[in-house]
C-alpha cells in the first residue's frame, strides 16, 4: 500500500510532532508497518523515539547528498516502526535546494523507491511553509492538519488549506485532506469545548471523531525517549493515538480490526 500521510501546521506548538511520532508508534502496534520521517530541523521526532540527530545519516543527506533512503532508515524499539532522521542541518537545507531542477520533488522521488515496503508513511513537518513542506506535501497522498482546542485554533488555518490549494493545483493533483485533528483538549475548560464546536461547524466531515487530550503521560514521554504506547499504553494519550490509527486504518479501508474494536473507550 504504501500510504504516505504528512502531518502539517506553519503554526507551531499544536501537536504535530506528538501525532506523528504517537500515530506512528500506534499503527505499528496494530501490526501495521510504518516509516516515520522527521523532516524538521529541530529533529523533536528523533529524539522522541530515542535516537540521537547527531550519530546518524539522516533526510538532510537524502535531499543533498543524494544518499538513497534505504541506507538512512533505523529501526526503532517501537514494534513496526522505523525512521528516517533529521538533523539542525536541514535548516539550510532549502538555501542549497533553490536552484536544483525539480527541487519540489525530491523526496517524492526519493520515497517512491522505498514506500512499497510500508504500510504507511508519516511525515513530521517543520512549522513553516518552505520548500521541504512543499516536498513533504508533494510526496504526500494526504495530510493531517493539527489544530489545538486554544483561544488562537484556526490562525493561520486558511493560509496552510491555501498552499495545500497551491500544491494541488501545481504539484501534487491527488493530495487529500486526510482529516483535521483537534489536540490539546481539555473537557474542563468552556474554551477547549467551544474550540471542539466552532472546528467541527466550519469543516464538519473533514474533522477526525477522535480528539487528543491534554495528558501528563504523553507530555512527558519524549523525554524518555519512547512513543505513548510504549511509555503507557494504558494512558489517556495512548488510547487517543490508537483510536486515531484506528480511524484512519478504517478510511483507508485496510482494517484488520473488528468494528467492536474500532475504538477503546476512555
Given at each position: 500500500?504504501?500510504?504516505?500521510?504528512?502531518?502539517?501546521?506553519?503554526?507551531?506548538?499544536?501537536?504535530?510532532?506528538?501525532?506523528?511520532?504517537?500515530?506512528?508508534?500506534?499503527?505499528?502496534v496494530?501490526?501495521?508497518?510504518?516509516?516515520?520521517?522527521?523532516?524538521?530541523p529541530?529533529?523533536?521526532?528523533?529524539?522522541?523515539?530515542?535516537?540521537?540527530?547527531?550519530?546518524?545519516?539522516?533526510?538532510?543527506?537524502?535531499?543533498?547528498?543524494?544518499?538513497?533512503?534505504?541506507?538512512?532508515?533505523?529501526?526503532?524499539?517501537?514494534?513496526?516502526?522505523?525512521?528516517?532522521?533529521?538533523?539542525?542541518?536541514?535548516?539550510?537545507?532549502?538555501?542549497?535546494?533553490?536552484?536544483?531542477?525539480?527541487?519540489?520533488?525530491?523526496?517524492?522521488?526519493?520515497?517512491?523507491?522505498?514506500?512499497?515496503?510500508?504500510?504507511?508513511?508519516?511525515?513530521?513537518?517543520?512549522p513553516?511553509?518552505?520548500?521541504?513542506?512543499?516536498?513533504?506535501l508533494?510526496?504526500?497522498?494526504?495530510?493531517?492538519?493539527?489544530?489545538?482546542?486554544?483561544?488562537?485554533?484556526?490562525?493561520?488555518?486558511?493560509?496552510?488549506?491555501?498552499?495545500i490549494?497551491i500544491?494541488?493545483?501545481?504539484?501534487?493533483?491527488?493530495?487529500?485532506?486526510?482529516?483535521?485533528?483537534?489536540?490539546?483538549?481539555?473537557?474542563?475548560?468552556?474554551?477547549?469545548?467551544?474550540?471542539?464546536?466552532?472546528?467541527?461547524?466550519?469543516?464538519?466531515?473533514?474533522?477526525?471523531?477522535?480528539?487528543?487530550?491534554?495528558?501528563?503521560?504523553l507530555?512527558?514521554?519524549?523525554?524518555?525517549?519512547?512513543?505513548?504506547?510504549?511509555?503507557?499504553?494504558?494512558?489517556?494519550?495512548?488510547?487517543?493515538?490508537?483510536?486515531?490509527?484506528?480511524?484512519?486504518?478504517?478510511?483507508?479501508?485496510?482494517?484488520?480490526?473488528?468494528?467492536?474494536?474500532?475504538?477503546?473507550?476512555?
Open positions: 500500500m504504501g500510504k504516505i500521510i504528512a502531518v502539517a501546521n506553519q503554526k507551531g506548538g499544536v501537536g504535530k510532532t506528538t501525532t506523528s511520532v504517537n500515530l506512528s508508534g500506534s499503527l505499528g496494530l501490526e501495521y508497518k510504518t516509516l516515520l520521517i522527521d523532516a524538521d529541530q529533529a523533536n521526532a528523533t529524539s522522541g523515539v530515542g535516537l540521537d540527530p547527531k550519530n546518524t545519516k539522516n533526510i538532510y543527506d537524502c535531499f543533498i547528498n543524494e544518499i538513497d533512503p534505504s541506507e538512512l532508515i533505523i529501526q526503532t524499539a517501537n514494534p513496526n516502526l522505523d525512521i528516517i532522521t533529521s538533523h539542525i542541518d536541514l535548516v539550510g537545507a532549502e538555501l542549497e535546494m533553490i536552484n536544483l531542477p525539480n527541487r519540489e520533488f525530491m523526496l517524492k522521488q526519493a520515497l517512491d523507491k522505498i514506500k512499497d515496503r510500508y504500510d504507511f508513511i508519516i511525515i513530521d513537518c517543520s513553516s511553509l518552505g520548500l521541504i513542506t512543499v516536498n513533504a508533494t510526496a504526500a497522498d494526504s495530510v493531517i492538519i493539527p489544530v489545538q482546542c486554544q483561544y488562537y485554533a484556526l490562525e493561520g488555518l486558511g493560509k496552510l488549506l491555501n498552499t490549494k500544491v494541488q493545483g501545481k504539484l501534487n493533483e491527488n493530495l487529500e485532506i486526510e482529516g483535521i485533528l483537534l489536540t490539546m483538549y481539555d473537557s474542563r475548560t468552556r474554551l477547549s469545548n467551544q474550540v471542539v464546536d466552532e472546528v467541527k461547524t466550519h469543516f464538519q466531515d473533514l474533522v477526525f471523531d477522535t480528539v487528543v487530550h491534554q495528558a501528563t503521560k507530555a512527558e514521554a519524549p523525554s524518555f525517549g519512547e512513543t505513548i504506547i510504549m511509555h503507557d499504553a494504558s494512558s489517556k494519550g495512548a488510547i487517543n493515538y490508537l483510536n486515531l490509527a484506528r480511524e484512519i486504518i478504517q478510511k483507508n479501508d485496510v482494517s484488520k480490526i473488528s468494528n467492536q474494536e474500532k475504538t477503546i473507550d476512555l
